[in-house]
């Protein structure tokens, strides 16, 4: 089944403590990016990549970090997690062609930084 | 940058009706438009999209129009039913698809009155 999977679906933790939520997807799509989510303020995107080992800034990126050293996989770093990074967090990917574009979505990872 | 208006934030419409939420963005360079539909738990999925030379695009019960002079996109729901019943995502992206930065708009929270 084509998907994208994140883990953990859940966290809590504690501020400055570093963690990391996985992505991976089995479409071999080029493209990966990562989103999050919070009320009133819609999707924002974080970070993004076209191919391996290429990322770029989205509109949120401060405090994130991300690395794409294999096609299927995308994890999101947060170093020194803090209370304004708790949100829903959404990976997704994409094949980069014109006539073909769905974004695929998946399942979200809702985090919460006390 | 880019910034994405969307409006309303809250709709309802009788069951049959038609649904219709708007969006504005600034960077007249933007050439990709999507629309992506989020139902509860769920991560977005797109529905419908439009690209900067097009001014139409119908798929079924939903359009999307697009006014590239005043900067603003529609997306269209005729003969609503209870399941379109989600949050919509309006989104703008420089690229020719999704596979690019990307800003969303803040989300309408469609309800479908039976």
């Known amino acids: 089944e084509a998907q994208v999977t994140q883990n953990p679906r859940y966290l809590i933790t504690v501020t400055g403590k570093k963690l990391t939520v996985t992505c991976s997807q089995n479409?071999?799509?080029?493209?990966m990016s990562w989103y999050r989510q919070d009320p009133g303020l819609g999707l924002r995107q974080i970070y993004y990549?076209?191919?391996?080992?290429?990322?770029d800034k989205g509109d949120v990126p401060e405090g994130y970090k991300v690395s794409r050293k294999e096609k299927r996989n995308f994890p999101l770093i947060l170093e020194s997690p803090s209370p304004n990074q708790t949100s829903l967090y959404f990976c997704?990917?994409?094949?980069?062609?014109?006539?073909?574009?769905?974004?695929?979505f998946g399942p979200g990872t809702r985090l919460t930084v006390l | 940058g880019e910034n994405v208006e969307q409006h309303p934030s809250t709709l309802s419409v009788q069951e049959g009706d038609s649904a219709v939420i708007k969006c504005t963005y600034s960077?007249?360079?933007?050439?990709?438009f999507p629309w992506y539909k989020q139902e509860l738990g769920k991560g977005p999925q797109l529905i419908i999209d439009?690209?900067?030379?097009?001014g139409e695009k119908k798929d079924q019960r939903i359009a999307v129009t697009l006014n590239k002079t005043a900067k603003h996109f529609s997306l269209h729901i005729t003969e609503t039913q209870p399941e379109d019943s989600a949050v919509y995502f309006c989104?703008?992206?420089?690229?020719?698809?999704?596979?690019?930065?990307?800003?969303f708009g803040s989300g309408t929270r469609l309800s479908i009155r039976p």
């Open positions: 990549s076209m191919n391996v080992e290429v990322t």
């Open positions: 479409m071999n799509h080029e493209y």
């Open positions: 989104a703008a992206s420089m690229g020719y698809s999704s596979a690019s930065k990307i800003i």
């Open positions: 997704a990917s994409s094949p980069v062609q014109y006539t073909t574009d769905t974004q695929y």
């Open positions: 960077d007249s360079a933007s050439n990709y």
């Open positions: 439009i690209r900067s030379n097009v």
